[in-house]
């Protein structure tokens, strides 16, 4: 279980910068134009916490094992879908540098892209299914 602390500590990390990077924004800006990128990690945020609890439920149900993974399948699209946020780096017309903009969809697709990729392949003990 350590490897998922460190993840987690990964992924908090990459969550705090992204609303630091957030706030600078707003105050420089002043404009909450990049807000739904928050959106977008609590979505990507979602299946990697199911994840988490399909592999740590042991002995329970096979119903709520099943809707756990349903649930898991409905969200998981979310969490790769924050890479298409690059898309709007050029669409804001504003006095923050093009960078600073950068930096903050990249970092958002990255913390999206390890939360997928984790959730995507922690595996759930044997005896479960």
Do not use: C
Request: net charge positive.
């Amino acid at each position: 279980m350590t490897k998922i602390n460190s993840l987690k500590k990964l992924i908090a990390a990459f969550i705090a910068f992204i609303f630091i990077m957030l706030a600078f924004r707003f105050l420089y800006a002043k404009s909450i134009t990049y807000i739904f990128l928050l959106w977008n990690l609590f979505l990507a945020w979602i299946p990697f916490q199911l994840s988490i609890l399909l592999t740590d439920r042991k002995g329970t149900s096979k119903w709520i094992n099943n809707f756990l993974l349903a649930a898991w399948l409905l969200f998981f699209p979310n969490a790769l879908y924050i890479i298409t946020d690059l898309i709007h780096l050029e669409d804001v017309k504003t006095d923050v540098p093009v960078w600073f903009d950068a930096i903050l969809l990249f970092t958002s697709s990255i913390a999206g892209l390890i939360m997928a990729f984790t959730s995507l392949f922690s595996r759930p003990s044997k005896s479960r299914f």
